[in-house]
């Protein structure tokens, strides 16, 4: 139990950026930040060392935020007038650039999401379809597409 | 020519961009919710996700019905064993309740499945997919036959303590009961679907949230095509409980 504490523990980078990108509120991206690390705890005796762990965290990551639903729902859905920057928790002094890159994700169905995160975070195309369950080729034109739509949003944003 | 060389330049410029962005302004963001060590042990005993839990309470309650049914049935065919006419009724009940019984236990097998983080998302979407377009229309169908082989059931003991036999004296008798069965299967059926339309809907909602126009396609092709083997189904059940009556009736 003290291997996978020390794993989560130093790979809370990754569940940060996840919560951030499918949630706004502070409360929801707590919980779903919890949510994450009690799915991860649990299925670890699974983990069969076959990836790497933070392939394997990511899977279970994105797995739960995908199907994590809140009773209030407070998914962030990248409202026009709701800005990164004036986040009503309070808890932001995030740099501009990145605010306006998170919003433009935001503006993405889930499972592009989910994607563009991994793409962002430089895993290959091969190690995207094997989290996401969809071919290769199919992530590379999915990719392209997310990509152009990010692209957008973001010198939408900028304007 | 030279357009779309530069286009592409200034997309590759950009796309660099976002990935610098992500990977230095992300420094924030990075370490926003940090747990200790503890807190992350303390975790372990965080209650399941509700996702699947109300169907799979549903299960479990039906499931408890079908045992105590099923218990029921042998208890009267040891009291009532001399009572030839109704064999074949008793075996047909149950049939019906040990299959729903195996169909059950193959549910919640199933939801274990649906459970397993680990796998890739697209299957998970997928066996989500499979899951709400074909088992618990089917589950629904299953689940309220509980409600005739109760009424059944309930009617053979009554018979059996007070008449130590059972027949039908009049014609009404026999009205009475195929309609009594009938609605007791509707109102069970009607409940079921309402009480498992929360789960629909969200499940149903999660599909949708992904966009991804094929596993939407799949789902209403899958739906159509169960929507047809529930009226199928449907009459097999009402049938088989139709004859079964008649033969009641004429035994």
Not at chain 2, 105 to 126: C, Q, T
Request: charged share 25%; glycine share 4%; with cysteine.
């Amino acid at each position: 139990m003290d291997e996978i504490v020390e794993k989560i523990y130093s790979n809370q980078d990754i569940l940060n950026r996840i919560c951030f990108s499918f949630f706004n509120e502070k409360a929801d991206r707590e919980d779903l930040f919890q949510e994450i690390v009690y799915r991860v705890l649990k299925a670890y005796g699974d983990f069969n060392h076959k990836s790497s762990f933070s392939t394997w965290l990511y899977r279970i990551a994105l797995n739960t935020a995908i199907t994590y639903r809140k009773k209030k729902r407070h998914v962030f859905l990248g409202d026009e007038n709701q800005s990164f920057i004036a986040d009503k928790s309070g808890d932001y002094d995030m740099d501009e650039d990145i605010a306006l890159l998170y919003r433009a994700i935001s503006k993405l169905n889930r499972v592009e999401r989910a994607i563009i995160l991994l793409y962002l975070d430089e895993y290959s195309y091969r190690e995207i379809a094997e989290i996401t369950g969809y071919s290769s080729s199919n992530i590379s034109v999915k990719i392209h597409r997310i990509k152009k739509k990010l692209h957008d949003l973001y010198i939408q944003f900028n304007d | 020519m030279i357009y779309i060389y530069n286009l592409m330049i200034k997309v590759m410029k950009e796309e660099m961009n976002l990935k610098k962005i992500w990977k230095e302004k992300n420094v924030g963001v990075n370490s926003k919710i940090n747990l200790s060590r503890k807190e992350i042990l303390s975790l372990r005993r965080k209650r399941e996700s509700q996702l699947t839990g109300s169907v799979k309470s549903a299960v479990i309650t039906g499931l408890s019905i079908k045992f105590t049914l099923l218990v029921a049935i042998v208890v009267f065919t040891l009291m009532a064993f001399e009572l030839g006419n109704l064999i074949f009724s008793i075996s047909v009940l149950f049939l019906i309740t040990a299959g729903s019984i195996i169909y059950d236990l193959y549910l919640l097998k199933l939801i274990a499945g649906m459970n397993n983080y680990a796998d890739n998302f697209e299957s998970r979407l997928s066996k989500l997919n499979d899951f709400l377009s074909v088992h618990i229309p089917v589950f629904q169908i299953v689940n309220s036959l509980s409600t005739p082989v109760m009424i059944i059931l309930g009617m053979f003991y009554y018979h059996f303590l007070k008449y130590s036999k059972f027949e039908f004296r009049a014609v009404d008798d026999v009205i009475v009961f195929v309609s009594v069965t009938l609605i007791g299967y509707a109102i069970s059926y009607i409940a079921g679907k309402y009480s498992l339309n929360a789960f629909r809907n969200e499940a149903r909602d999660l599909l949708d949230s992904g966009n991804d126009q094929d596993a939407i396609a799949d789902y209403e092709a899958k739906r159509r095509k169960n929507r047809r083997k529930r009226l199928l189904i449907s009459l097999i059940i009402l049938f088989t409980g139709i004859t079964l009556l008649v033969l009641l009736l004429l035994a």
